[in-house]
Each structure stands twice: as C-alpha cells, then as structure tokens.
T-cell receptor, first 112, second 110 residues
Framework: GAGVSQSPSNKVTEKGKDVELRCDPI?????LYWYRQSLGQGLEFLIY????????KSGLPSDRFSAERTGGSVSTLTIQRTQQEDSAVYLC??????????FGPGTRLTVL | GQSLEQPSEVTAVEGAIVQINCTYQ??????LSWYQQHDGGAPTFLSY????GLEETGRFSSFLSRSDSYGYLLLQELQMKDSASYFC???????????FGRGTSLIVHP
C-alpha cells in the first residue's frame, strides 16, 4: 500500500466498553509501533513488534491494554474496560530501518 | 532512563531562519531523529543524525553533537506551511524504540 493506514479514524465509546484499533503497516515493513498522543503532548510509546520476535510491551500503561500482530502484518490494539484517561490519539508506525518511522493518520479515541 | 528537552514554542516570521534545539540524556546513544506534525496530522520523518555534524535536506538541516548530547533542527526561508510541531527523538540503549521529546510548536507569522 501507499502508506500506513489505521481504522477507525475516530472512535467514541462509553466508559467501561472495550475497543479495538487496527493498523495496516506498509507492506514489507518488519517493525510496527503503537504510540499514544494526548492533546498537546509528545508521543508515548506503547508496544513494538519486530518480525516474529516477542513484542516489547514495556510501554503498555496497564493490563487493560493488549496488542497483537497477525502474520507479521496487520496489528490490533485492544483496550478493555476503557476509562476517560484513555482518550487520546493512537498512532501506529511501521519501519524497515531503525532510523525512519512512517506513521499512520491515527485513531482519535474519545471515552465518555 | 532517557530524557529529552526541547522548547515548547518558537515563533518567527516568513522568510526567516529558525533553530529548534534538543538536548538529551541517555546511555548507549544510537541516533537523533526529527519529525514534523501538523495539527490533526500524523508525524512525518524529517531527518536522522547518527554522527556528529550537519545534514542538509533542502530548506531543513539537522545538526548533532554527540559529545554535548545536543542537536538542532534548522529551518531556512520559513514559509507559513512550516507552522507545525517538531519532535526530536533519540534511539539508544540497544533498543529500536525511540524516545520522543514533548515537541516544539513553531508558529510562523506573515
């Protein structure tokens, strides 16, 4: 594909509901990252996938957050029992080199 | 741990030159990247420095001094469309997970 795509672009949910966010990386990119960005803030690392290696989950803020990457391509970030503080833009990035990440447009999550 | 410092906001006029600084504290430094993000948009890669010196790409240049744990992004011939947030990010410690700064909001005035 031309770039990294994410869906949905916007998600409004009620507190306590589960949400799934999807990322389609650039074809052939072995590395995939999830970040969270709150309004006016920097990027907070969540999780990193590299090829078939075990993911680095060190950035996940709680056990309500999980992610998987199927077939080394598409990734899904799941947030269970959402809280209002989970409201943010969730960005996915992929890369084939260590120095350049290509970001998707993000999913804006609003928890009411 | 790792930490990065960059100014929260910089203002300049069209046609001017502006420098956005980034200082970092880390161990096992690999490289420093810069990203641009317009309001409501995704970050886009601008440059990467692994070695000391200046890297030039059109109107944008990036500089790194490893001994000073310092880098900067230089934007020349500023245009209104350059108004955006600029993030520095450092890779270090044997990890391919970059740590991002909090971003610098650049406001370009006519």
């Amino acid at each position: 594909g031309a770039g990294v795509s994410q869906s949905p672009s916007n998600k409004v949910t009620e507190k306590g509901k589960d949400v799934e966010l999807r990322c389609d990386p650039i074809s052939g990119h072995t590395a995939l990252y999830w970040y969270r960005q709150s309004l006016g803030q920097g990027l907070e690392f969540l999780i990193y996938f590299q090829g078939n290696s075990a993911p680095d989950k060190s950035g996940l803020p709680s056990d309500r957050f999980s992610a998987e990457r199927t077939g080394g391509s598409v990734s899904t970030l799941t947030i269970q029992r959402t809280q209002q503080e989970d409201s943010a833009v969730y960005l996915c990035a992929s890369s084939s080199r260590t120095d350049t990440q290509y970001f998707g447009p993000g999913t804006r999550l609003t928890v009411l | 741990g790792q930490s990065l410092e960059q100014p929260s906001e910089v203002t300049a006029v069209e046609g001017a030159i502006v420098q956005i600084n980034c200082t970092y504290q880390t161990s096992g430094f690999y490289g420093l990247s810069w990203y641009q993000q317009h309001d409501g948009g995704a970050p886009t890669f601008l440059s990467y420095n692994a070695l000391d010196g200046l890297e030039e790409t059109g109107r944008f240049s990036s500089f790194l001094s490893r001994s000073d744990s310092y880098g900067y992004l230089l934007l020349q011939e500023l245009q209104m469309k350059d108004s955006a947030s600029y993030f520095c990010a450092v890779e270090s410690g044997g990890s391919y997970i970059p740590t991002f700064g909090r971003g610098t909001s650049l406001i370009v005035h006519p």
